[in-house]
């Protein structure tokens, strides 16, 4: 799952990997970058440390704990750089955010990999948001190289809502789905001649379609102008030719977290 990030305004529960804070910083009128609203030679960058409770390995129903720092910085140029992933805004619009994105990280393991050693994944994409309301936004993006051919194509779409409870807290709901192509489901939940001749698992082909969707809720509170605290929660399932796999034993997982971010 992925917290969402104030670079693009939106609300995509991929990984872990990224945090930063939604609490926002006045920032005066004048000299103000077109593409991020921040003054001009001006850096954001937000500390965090993050406690969360995830799946091991997806369609599986391990579980395991992760304790780690993050670090995430965005510039008044549009660029922006947080833990497993790297892009730029190029929007002027306020309500309309897009760019290129570039992601990196441990790729996931598939359902019946005993191997747990570091594999890298690349890939590369773009993501665009638009935001209806002031609490009510759409985001999406797409990401190239994510298979074992590396021609795995992945699309996330989602909608986000926020409600304020008070002068320092706030409620985040959104939903979400990801579409991958053959290529993407297949490294992950497919099932070859040669994988089934040493697991046992009979030979299946998954076609490409939507592979899951899911649910987050997230509480946000501001204990000062500095520190925020955020915990919630992510309930994801899967669906189509990724819930048929015979590497999957449960259709649904739910992570909880907890993320403390200083604000530089």
Known sequence: MTIPTRARARASFASIATFTTLGACCLPAAAQSPTTQMPEGT?????SLIAAL?????????????VLPSIS???????????GEVGMQLSEDPMLKYGPLLT??????????????????????????????HNIGFHSNVLYGGSDDHGGVRLNLGANYSMRLGTHQSLNAGVGMNVVNH?????????????AARSGKPVYRAGGGVKDAYLSLRWN??????????????ASRLMGNALDSPLVDTRSSTAVFTVLTYHW
């Not at 850096?43 to 500390?47: A, P």
């Not at 890298?120 to 994409?125: M, N, Q």
């Open 54 to 66: 995830v799946q091991a390995k997806e369609g599986r129903s391990g579980m395991k704990a992760i």
């Open 43 to 47: 850096t954001d960058v937000d500390i």
């Open 73 to 83: 910085a965005q510039w008044s140029n549009g660029i922006f750089a947080e833990p």
């Open 221 to 234: 509170i501001d204990l000062s102008t500095k520190y925020a605290l955020s915990s919630g929660m992510v």
């Open 104 to 133: 990196y990280g441990a790729r996931s393991h598939r359902g019946d990999d005993k191997d747990s050693k570091f594999q890298l994944g690349i890939e590369a994409g773009a993501f665009a948001s638009y935001r209806l309301a």
């Open 183 to 195: 290529s993407y489901m297949q490294s992950y939940f497919g099932i070859s001649p040669a994988q």
